[in-house]
C-alpha cells in the first residue's frame, strides 16, 4: 500500500473563470488570474488499500461524503488509476480549514491536493504543470491552487488540454497583501459553478461580450502585478466580477448568487474606499465578498463588514504557497 497527504490552500480569482470550451476536460474559455490564500484550504490523504472493496471509501470533514462528492472524487481517482495502470479502490480522507457548512468550502484547493496526494500515492512523477493539468480535470478552478501567490491559468487551444495549465506570477511574489472574507450566508450555493457556466454560455446574451472582455483585463491585472499597483488590480478585480455576474444575470432562467448583505458589503468597500482606504471586491459563484487590500487596512477592513447588516463573520487570508506533499509512505 502507498499513501501519500498533501496540503493546498484555495484560491480567489482576481479575473475570473467562467464558462467552458470542453465540459468533459475542464478547459476554460478564457485565461484567468488569481490569488492563492495561506489560512484556507485542505488537507488530503489518498491511500490505495482497497477502499471498501468494491468502492474508494472517501470522508469529507469527519464524515463520509455525500455520494455526489464520492462519485466526484471516483471519477478523479479514476483518471490517477488509468494513467497509473493500477485497479486499486482508495480511501481518501479530507478536511476542509473552514467549516464546509459556512458555503466557502472550495473545490479549488480540494482537487489541487487531491491532484498532489494521488499522484504521489499511485506512484506518478508529474511536474508542476502536469499536477496543474490534472486538477484541472477535477475543478476548473483547482489547476491554480498547485501555485502559490499570484497565479496565471491559460486557456489553450489544444483539445486535450495539454496546455491549459496554471503558472506563477513571480512579479507579484513577496507583495503582502490580503483578502478579506465578508460571510454573507450559511450553507451551500443554490447552483453549482459547472451548470451556472453551461446556462450562462447557452442562454445569456452578453456572454460572448463577457469572453471577448477577458484578454484585455488578464494584460491589465498582469501590468498592475508588475506595477506593484493595488488600485490598478483592484479596478480589474471589480470589473471583471461584476461582468462575470452580470453575464450570469442575463441568463435563462438568470442567475442571481447575491443576497442584501452582499450588495450591502459592496457598498460598503465603497465607502472605505471613498473615506481613502484602499479597498476592492470581488464575489464568487455565492453570495460571500472577498475583498483585496493592504496588509495594514485589512484589520479595520475586517471590522467596517463585520458591521454590515447581515455579514455573519469575517475571515482574514494573506498570499499562500502552492499545493505541496506533507508525507508521503
Ligand atoms: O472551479 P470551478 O468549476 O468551481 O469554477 C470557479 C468559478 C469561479 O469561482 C466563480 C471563478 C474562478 O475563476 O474561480
Known amino acids: 500500500m502507498t499513501s501519500a497527504t498533501a496540503v493546498a490552500g484555495t484560491n480567489i480569482a482576481l479575473v475570473k473563470y467562467w464558462g467552458k470550451r470542453d465540459e468533459a476536460l475542464n478547459l476554460p474559455a478564457t485565461g484567468s488570474l488569481s490569488l492563492t490564500l495561506d489560512r484556507l484550504g485542505t488537507r488530503t490523504r489518498v491511500a490505495f488499500d482497497g477502499g471498501d472493496g468494491a468502492r474508494d471509501r472517501v470522508t469529507l470533514d469527519g464524515a463520509p461524503a455525500a455520494e455526489k462528492v464520492a462519485a466526484r472524487v471516483t471519477a478523479f481517482l479514476d483518471r490517477v488509476r488509468a494513467r497509473a495502470e493500477i485497479a486499486t479502490r482508495a480511501t481518501v480522507v479530507t478536511d476542509n480549514s473552514v467549516p464546509t457548512a459556512s458555503g466557502l468550502a472550495s473545490s479549488a484547493s ?4 487531491l491532484a498532489v496526494a494521488a499522484a504521489r500515492a499511485a506512484g506518478l512523477e508529474l511536474a508542476p504543470a502536469e499536477l496543474s493539468i490534472l486538477a484541472r480535470l477535477g475543478s476548473g478552478s483547482a489547476a491554480r491552487s498547485i501555485f502559490g501567490g499570484f497565479v496565471e491559468m491559460a486557456r489553450g487551444s489544444r ?9 506563477p506570477l513571480p512579479e507579484g511574489d513577496g507583495w503582502d497583501v490580503r483578502l478579506v472574507v465578508a460571510i ?7 447552483l453549482g459553478s459547472t451548470a451556472a457556466m453551461r446556462r450562462t454560455a447557452e442562454t445569456s446574451p452578453y456572454y460572448d461580450a463577457w469572453v471577448r472582455g477577458v484578454d484585455g483585463d488578464l494584460a491589465a491585472a498582469r501590468a498592475a502585478l508588475g506595477a506593484r499597483d493595488l488600485a490598478a488590480l483592484g479596478a480589474v478585480a471589480e470589473r471583471s466580477a461584476l461582468r462575470m455576474h452580470a453575464s450570469a444575470l442575463a441568463a435563462d432562467p438568470p442567475i442571481l448568487y447575491w443576497n442584501p448583505a452582499t450588495v450591502a458589503a459592496m457598498a460598503c468597500v465603497r465607502a472605505l474606499r471613498a473615506a481613502g482606504t484602499p479597498a476592492f471586491f470581488t464575489i464568487d459563484a455565492g453570495p460571500h465578498v472577498k475583498v483585496l ?12 463588514l463585520g458591521e454590515v447588516p447581515g455579514v455573519l463573520r469575517t475571515l482574514s487570508a494573506a498570499p499562500g504557497s502552492g499545493a505541496r506533499l506533507v508525507e508521503a509512505a
Open 110 to 113: 480540494g482537487f489541487a491536493a
Open 159 to 167: 483539445a486535450d488540454g495539454t496546455d491549459a495549465a496554471a503558472r
Open 184 to 190: 454573507t450566508a450559511a450553507g451551500e450555493k443554490a
Open 293 to 304: 487590500c493592504a496588509a495594514r487596512d485589512a484589520e479595520a477592513i475586517a471590522a467596517a
